[in-house]
């Protein structure tokens, strides 16, 4: 079978409520979801659109924290705040089957926001056995995240040492923040848990820019990557008109 992608409802279909924003993308061929945070929407209503289209959402993200924060999860002394989003993503995870959850670290640098990741992970990996993610994001849009490199995620998913703690490779970030991206993919392959993607540098749809994605997407179904992969672009305007690159 060929590959799949989902559709990234943080980006995609934003103008709409998340459950017809899951309706569109089930029409317009996506094969799977995700969406970055639900947590307004009551659960149950993501439910009954996953269940009437039959797609599933593959990941979301724990909340980000107070006004210009991006994730607590690295933050010494905001532990049990990290804790706390971590049990809430795990309970709308749960009661809408998602796949993933990432775990996102916010901005914080040095040896004790590492310890403070770590025991977070630690935590949100012995709470479910869902898979967690942990993502590099790239110094231009998020100056001062913690995580910057899949380096430096690698090194933390082999501290952490859980089965269910995986890299998501965001192509878009990687580019941005190390290039290489097909010898990343080959090489990660076996930590990485989700992969997503957007033109290089304006975050766009995968059809113009310094990545070509025609050959990514064949590098990710050479090495039999199982999972839909995550168009997470911004379309500057309406979905549809730039969903070219899905039809070819
Ligand atoms: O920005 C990204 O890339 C993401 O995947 C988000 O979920 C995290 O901000
Ligand atoms: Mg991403």
């Keep these: 079978m060929g590959l799949t992608f989902s559709a990234n409802l943080g980006f995609l279909w ?35 659109a996953l269940s009437g289209t039959g797609l599933r959402m593959l990941g979301l993200n724990t ?3 107070g006004p210009g924060e991006n994730g607590l999860s690295a933050l010494p002394a905001r532990g049990a ?8 993503a ?5 009661a809408i089957d998602a796949g993933a959850i990432h775990v996102m670290a916010g901005f914080a640098t040095g040896q004790e926001a590492e310890a403070a990741f770590i ?15 942990i993502e590099p994001l790239n110094s231009y849009d998020a100056p001062g995240y913690f995580l910057t ?27 941005l923040m190390e290039g290489d991206v097909t010898h990343k993919l080959e090489r990660l392959l076996p930590i990485i848990g989700h992969i997503q993607f957007a ?31 995550g168009a997470e672009y911004k379309p500057g305007g309406p979905t549809e008109p730039t969903l070219g690159w899905l039809l070819r």
């Design 81 to 88: 705040e990290a804790r706390a989003a971590v049990d809430e």
């Design 63 to 65: 909340r980000r924290g």
């Design 149 to 175: 490199t899949t380096a430096q995620a690698e090194g933390i998913i082999a501290k952490v040492a859980a089965p269910n703690l995986r890299l998501m490779f965001d192509c878009y970030h990687v580019q």
């Design 90 to 94: 795990i309970a709308y995870a749960d």
């Design 119 to 133: 025991d977070t992970l630690r935590y949100a990996c012995a709470a479910t056995t869902r898979t967690i993610l």
């Design 199 to 229: 033109s290089v540098p304006d975050r766009g749809a995968p059809d113009h820019g310094e990545l070509n994605y025609p050959h990514i997407f064949a590098v990710a179904e050479r090495l039999g990557w199982p999972l839909p992969l």
């Design 14 to 48: 934003q103008e709409l409520p998340l459950p017809d924003a899951i309706r569109a993308a089930h029409r317009a061929g996506f094969a799977a979801v995700e969406c970055h945070w639900p947590y307004d929407v009551p659960a149950q209503q993501v439910a009954a």
